[in-house]
């Protein structure tokens, strides 16, 4: 885990692609395919992104952040503070154990 300030956050290969999954659930249980075709890359990507084989490259991160409303925060921490509200109560309700909220 990285540390700031007195807040942890879950930053591994693993949790970052169950924020992913997590984020294709509350916008509606979208498929994979679909996702992946939205933030426009590759099925076979996003599968490794969501497996915790590879971490989003920033380009990637960004269009997910411009098209669904997260913030790079959110994906790459797991920090819920900056997000709209709507998005705050949806993910924070679902974060898996030992995911901090950032308040």
């Known amino acids: 885990m990285h540390h700031c300030g007195m807040t942890a956050y879950s930053t ?4 970052i692609g ?3 999954v997590l984020l294709r659930h509350v916008l509606g249980k979208v498929s994979q395919a679909a996702f992946a075709a ?4 590759s099925p076979q990507a996003l599968s490794n ?13 960004l269009r ?5 409303g997260v913030t790079l925060d959110w994906i790459y ?3 819920v503070a900056g997000l709209p509200l709507a ?3 949806k993910l924070s309700d679902d974060l898996p154990r030992g995911e901090s ?3």
């Open 18 to 20: 169950a924020r992913l």
């Open 87 to 89: 998005l705050h109560g």
């Open 77 to 79: 921490q797991g920090n």
């Open 12 to 15: 591994s290969l693993k949790e």
């Open 64 to 68: 997910i952040c411009q098209r669904t």
């Open 101 to 103: 909220s950032g308040a």
């Open 38 to 41: 939205r933030i426009d890359v």
């Open 49 to 61: 992104y969501e497996k915790g084989f590879r971490r989003p490259d920033i380009d990637v991160a």
